[in-house]
């Protein structure tokens, strides 16, 4: 049997940018999407702490090292620039496998540099 279980998760990123005008998905600062084992072009599953929206959508690289967290296209209508928002990955794995495995979890700071816990 597969499950699907929690992969990677960026708890409590600050949106930096809401950029309506381009097609779609998340931009992330790379050095965080390294920290979180997370790759472009991954759904996600976003959660505004704001306002209580919940969507899916898919990562772009962003720049490395500018904290850069950006929702693009209709995703951007979700978010307000300094709301804080969780962005989660998820995998399928075995059973037994996901009983053992352990998510990567990342804390950034309040300009979204790394901090992993």
Do not use: W
């Not at 472009?40 to 967290?69: D, H, L, M, P």
């Amino acid at each position: 049997m597969m499950v699907q279980i929690l992969k990677s998760k960026i708890h409590c990123a600050r949106v930096t940018e809401a950029n309506l005008s381009y097609m779609g998905s998340i931009t992330i600062d790379e050095d965080l999407m390294d920290a979180a084992n997370m790759i472009a072009g991954e759904k996600v599953a976003i959660t505004n702490n704001n306002n209580g929206e919940r969507f899916e959508t898919y990562i772009i690289k962003g720049e490395r090292g500018s904290g850069c967290v950006c929702l693009n296209g209709a995703a951007a209508r979700k978010v307000q620039v300094n709301d804080i928002i969780i962005i989660m990955s998820y995998a399928l794995m075995d059973f037994e496998e996901a009983k053992k495995f352990k998510p990567t979890i990342v804390f950034p700071d309040q300009r979204n540099n790394k901090v992993i816990e």
